[in-house]
């Protein structure tokens, strides 16, 4: 977007949603309106009124730090709830391969995710102990694992990076 507004010279205003949609941190907000102001770009806010004055640029500076604070607290407070749901013993996110997410029942509204070996699982171990003998390339393997009918959640046979990140992943 900036590079547009620095190669077209006909563009002369920025409309934005919120300051928060521009950028997520103070230093992020300044560097992006000093391109505005060198570009000759006006920056106007549809839910926000934005004045070209002393008080105008306070309030800026304000609602950027709000948007910076904002972003922080919301990373803080999911990491605490990630922590959490670990601490109890169930699974944040999509089960990595050789495992599917299960949900115990009576742990909350729709049940605590939960890991369990998938069914391919064996195809897993089997991945694990051949490339650990190293008689097999990432390519050899991924092969080797489609032709044993390894599949990937779409139904299609996984990709030399989907392996990858398997064999690298600590789970």
């Given at each position: 977007m900036l590079a547009r507004l620095t190669e077209d010279p006909s563009i002369d205003c920025l409309v934005v949603h919120k300051l928060d949609r521009l950028a997520r941190n103070l230093e992020d907000h300044a560097a992006v309106r000093a391109?505005?102001?060198?570009a000759g770009v006006q920056l106007h806010s549809v839910t926000e009124s934005l004045e070209d004055s002393a008080s105008g640029k306070?309030?800026?500076?304000?609602?950027?730090?709000?948007?910076?604070?904002y972003s922080a607290n919301l990373s803080q407070e999911i990491r605490k709830g990630l922590d959490q749901k670990a601490a109890e013993g169930g699974w944040p996110g999509r089960a990595p391969f050789g495992y599917?997410?299960?949900?115990?029942?009576?742990?909350?509204r729709r049940g605590e995710s939960v890991l369990e070996p998938d069914?391919?699982?064996?195809?897993?171990v089997w991945a694990f102990e051949r490339y650990a003998t190293g008689e097999l390339?990432?390519?050899?393997?991924?092969?080797?694992?489609?032709?044993?009918?390894?599949r990937n959640r779409l139904g299609n046979p996984p990709g030399v990076s989907a392996i990858h990140r398997m064999l690298r992943n600590p789970i």
């Open positions: 391109a505005l102001r060198k306070l309030v800026e500076g304000i609602l950027a730090s709000i948007a910076e604070f599917r997410n299960v949900r115990r029942d009576g742990t909350g069914p391919q699982a064996p195809l897993a390339s990432l390519a050899s393997l991924t092969e080797a694992l489609a032709e044993k009918g390894l």
